[in-house]
């Protein structure tokens, strides 16, 4: 398949050389040359633009920072819907707030363009394995169009409903992620400042009601005091942010949400948003009287 991708960082290069293991023809854009110069040494095919790659490609894959950075490569000035013949397929797989997504996929869908929101979770491990777990809103025939291309970066791939859907389901992930980050983080240095074993003891709760694959992933690179960033703080930062700010905007109360991003705002503000979500542990140490090197 023909596909062009937008957005060639800790997360995307690796999808993109995915693609190209799987044999589909990929173009690609960044605003920084050097950003592409892996993918081109692999095989992709460089483009001058968005609206180029969505004139060589009938499908284009954008993950970007946050719903302006999808705006300006969709919609803007030399944005896909520029290059974009009716029936043209965008796939937008950076995490957005949902009713970002819909409005969005509203306003390309009046230029002729398909949206499908598709975040995905599984960090920079699963985006170099291709193990992602990718959620989809939008149209099914388009799903099913594009499908492929989602099987080759990911292992789970669900559609869970209309515009949007996608979307909404990765806060739900970003909410019992980040939940657990915390918990994980206060148990193992409520742990240590007991005295015990935080290593038995995480062996004895993988055992019981307690495990989790945060417990048993996240909690060993706690250990291990491995926060080399697989999924940066500040973006779970930012992730939370888009869960309270629909929760206001809903007139829900997410309680333990709230007090999570709390945590991570105290963490971008403290040094730790460009490490490792896992850092959670470091900070809590500091909060404890701790030095949380």
């Known amino acids: 398949m023909e596909v062009g991708f937008i957005g060639l960082g800790l997360m995307g290069r690796p999808m993109a050389l995915n693609l190209l293991k799987a044999g589909h023809r990929v173009h690609v854009w960044s605003r920084r040359r050097e950003a ?20 060589h490609a009938p499908v284009t894959i ?3 920072s946050d719903a302006p ?19 043209h397929i965008h796939i937008d797989m950076s995490t957005i707030a949902p009713a970002a997504a819909q409005r969005i996929a509203a ?7 398909v949206a499908l929101d598709a975040p995905v979770s599984g960090g920079d491990v699963g985006a170099i394995a291709g193990t992602l777990t990718i959620m989809v809103g939008g149209d099914e025939a388009a799903f099913d169009t594009v499908k492929p291309l989602f099987e080759a970066m990911g292992k789970s791939v669900t559609r869970v409903g209309a515009a949007g859907a996608g979307q909404v389901s990765k806060a739900c992930n970003q909410i019992i992620t980040g ?17 015990a ?34 999924f940066k ?61």
Not at 36 to 55: H, T, V
Not at 107 to 113: F, N, S
Request: charged content about 20%.
């Open 36 to 55: 592409m110069q892996p993918l081109l040494e692999a095989g992709a095919i460089a483009c001058a633009s968005a609206a180029d790659l969505a004139r």
């Open 62 to 64: 954008s993950i970007v």
């Open 69 to 87: 950075d999808v705006e300006q490569i969709t919609l803007g000035a030399d944005g896909v819907a520029d290059g974009a013949r009716p029936g």
């Open 107 to 113: 306003r390309l869908q009046e230029k002729g363009v």
């Open 179 to 195: 939940v657990s980050v915390a918990a994980v983080a206060e148990a193992l240095n409520f742990a240590a400042k007991s005295g």
């Open 197 to 230: 074993d935080g290593g038995k003891v995480r062996e004895a709760l993988l055992g019981g009601f307690a495990y989790s694959r945060i417990l048993e992933n996240h909690g060993k690179r706690m250990l291990e005091r491995n926060f080399k960033p697989g």
């Open 233 to 293: 703080a500040w973006m779970h930062q930012k992730d939370l942010r888009i869960v309270m700010e629909e929760a206001h905007r809903l007139g829900l109360a997410l309680p333990a949400s709230a007090a999570a991003a709390q945590m991570f705002n105290a963490m971008a503000g403290s040094g730790l948003g460009e490490e490792d979500s896992v850092a959670m542990l470091k900070l809590l140490e500091r909060m404890s009287g701790g030095q949380g090197q």
